[in-house]
Nanobody, 115 residues
């Protein structure tokens, strides 16, 4: 059974940092394109960042220069380092794996940026 489990969310002040992690169970995160998505209340889920098996990364314009996605194949994890957080980054963040057009999702982790 494929499972993706996110962790690392929480409450942080504007300008602060958080690191999200996604651990794979029953699935090798080294295979496929890994990504982080987010969904704010009343909004559609949107792409935050992706990383290919070769390490090529892609970011939403709104997070470029602030967020960094990385993968650790030995630990079967994918991480999202988030710096200079803004209130508009508040959302539930989801880990995603896409392999040959098939998507797997985690349950999400809440990130709240507020003073």
């Amino acid at each position: 059974q494929v499972q993706l489990v996110e962790s690392g969310g929480g409450l942080v002040q504007p300008g602060g940092s958080l690191r999200l992690s996604c651990a794979g169970s029953g699935v090798f995160l080294s295979r496929g394109v890994m990504g982080w998505y987010r969904q704010a209340p009343g909004k559609q889920r949107e792409l935050v960042a992706t990383i290919t098996t070769g390490g090529t990364t892609n970011y939403a314009d709104s997070v470029k220069g602030r967020f960094t996605i990385s993968r650790d194949n030995a630990r079967n994890t994918v991480s999202l380092q988030m710096n200079s957080l803004k209130p508009e980054d508040t959302a539930v963040y989801y880990c995603n794996r896409n392999l040959w057009g098939s998507d797997s999702w985690g349950q999400g982790t809440q990130v709240t940026v507020s003073s």
